[in-house]
């Protein structure tokens, strides 16, 4: 069985400051997909990022970095110098193989006060 | 481009009625699914695709029916509506085998249940 787990529900920071969203997956699978997704208070989901299960280098965009650990079966989004625009719910998901179903953490609200 | 779209935004449903969630996507991707999303529970699947004339279940399949005559509409429908149902519903699509970006998600339904 597949299973995501974001055990922080809640987050609040002062602008500024760096935050890390944690993830820890379960699968048996050796071939898996991650993804963080984004949902701002409109409403909609926004894809952030897919890393596959046979590449662990860390990915960096912008503001946001990746740390994908296979050992720890965790894959953590740090937002760096978090601005007033990151505050949204943010979602880690799970996907066996390539046949698409995806399995959602609960979602974490992360709160950036200005 | 029109990507996924989902109609109504929003519905207020009393209990016993039936409706059909409208779901199409522009993009020819094979899979298409439906989320719901609740407080504190994340998204769960509800019932999915992977081509005209396949459906299946998710994790949530009970009080809800799908049918898939065309790639491009997949449409979701309760058939004896009941406040239990009252949540946030999305519509996903992607290619089957998995595609680089992941889900497509359409703006969301609303629904209330009284």
């Known amino acids: 069985a597949q299973k995501v787990t974001q055990a922080q529900t809640e987050i609040s920071v002062v602008e500024k400051e760096d935050v890390t969203l944690d993830c820890v997956y379960e699968t048996r699978d050796t071939t898996y997909y991650l993804f963080w997704y984004k949902q701002p208070p409109s409403g909609e989901l926004v894809f952030l990022i897919r890393r596959n299960s046979f590449d662990e280098q860390n990915e960096i965009s912008g503001r946001y970095s990746w740390n994908f650990q296979k050992s720890t079966s965790s894959f953590n989004f740090t937002i760096t110098a978090s601005q007033v625009v990151d505050s949204a719910v943010y979602f880690c998901?799970?996907?066996?193989?390539?046949?698409?179903?995806?399995?959602f953490g609960k979602g974490i609200t992360l709160s950036v006060r200005p | 481009n029109a990507g996924v779209t989902q109609t109504p935004k929003f519905q207020v449903l009393k209990t016993g009625q039936s409706m059909t969630l409208q779901c199409a996507q522009d993009m020819n991707h094979e899979y298409m699914s439906w989320y719901r999303q609740d407080p504190g529970m994340g998204l769960r699947l509800i019932h999915y695709s992977v081509g005209a004339g396949i459906t299946d279940q998710g994790e949530v399949p009970n009080g809800y029916n799908v049918s898939r005559s065309t790639t491009e509409d997949f449409p979701l429908r309760l058939l004896s509506a009941a406040p239990s149902q009252t949540s946030v519903y999305f519509c996903?699509?992607?290619?089957?085998?998995?595609?680089?970006?992941?889900?497509?998600f359409g703006s969301g339904t609303r629904l209330t249940v009284v």
């Open positions: 998901a799970l996907m066996r193989g390539a046949n698409s179903k995806l399995t």
């Open positions: 996903a699509s992607s290619y089957f085998p998995l595609g680089v970006y992941g889900y497509t």
